[in-house]
């Protein structure tokens, strides 16, 4: 599974089967989280009447860039036929108030007691796994950014609430076998770095 993950960035519009979108947001659901507190969340577009909303702030966004407008509008034309968009939510106060119970030590909300920011680290293991279960799906997932320029517009539109942060978005589907459109060649696993330049055995 592992090996055969990889980000597809065009797809078809070919609707998934009953029972898809459960599955992976039941393999979402096991992700790990500091204190378990689970501070995540998920905003599932399922269809083209509900994912059209957001590739039309994602066109209004490309069409008011200074440059690369084509290009851009060229990756939503292949990105935006996937029938569905899982956007995973991070909420900092779930992990605030959890560790403020007094079972771990602290008695207040602290947020200097954080080495860093769990609560965007745990939906992140979140977006992983369901990038490996569509994998055994046998469908193909790219995860991608949501801008800031479209933010404010992007919680109007699906009613998010301000403490909950999306930290990306998934668009799932089947793959495009011949994405003409799509100007973003893929990755080549000889581009991969070794482990020689990532790994610091003992010290870095």
Not at 32 to 46: D, H, I, K, N
Not at 116 to 133: E, K, Q, S
Not at 155 to 179: C, Q, S
Request: hydrophobic share 40%; aromatic share 10%; net charge negative.
């Amino acid at each position: 599974m592992i090996k055969r993950r990889k980000m597809v960035r065009a797809f078809t519009g070919e609707p998934l089967a009953p029972g898809v979108a459960d599955r992976l947001l039941r393999a979402a659901n096991r992700a790990p989280s500091a204190g378990f507190s689970q501070g995540y969340s998920f905003l599932v577009l399922e269809g083209t009447e509900q994912t059209a909303p957001l590739w039309e702030l994602f066109y209004a966004d490309a069409a008011s860039a200074t440059a690369g407008e084509d290009d851009e509008r060229a990756q939503l034309a292949a990105l935006s036929p996937a029938p569905l968009v899982i956007v995973p939510l991070a909420c900092k106060d779930v992990y605030l108030d959890r560790y403020a119970e007094g079972d771990n030590g602290w008695k207040d909300r602290d947020e200097s007691r954080w080495p860093v920011p769990y609560w965007y680290i745990d939906t992140g293991f979140t977006a992983l796994l369901v990038l490996l279960a569509v994998v055994d799906e046998g469908l193909g997932s790219v995860f991608f950014g949501i801008q800031p320029g479209i933010m404010a517009d992007f919680r109007t539109r699906f009613g998010v609430p301000e403490k909950w942060t999306p930290i990306g978005a998934l668009a799932i589907g089947h793959p495009d076998p011949n994405p003409g459109a799509d100007p973003v060649p893929p990755a080549r696993a000889s581009d991969r770095k070794s482990l020689e330049e990532l790994v610091h055995r003992g010290r870095w």
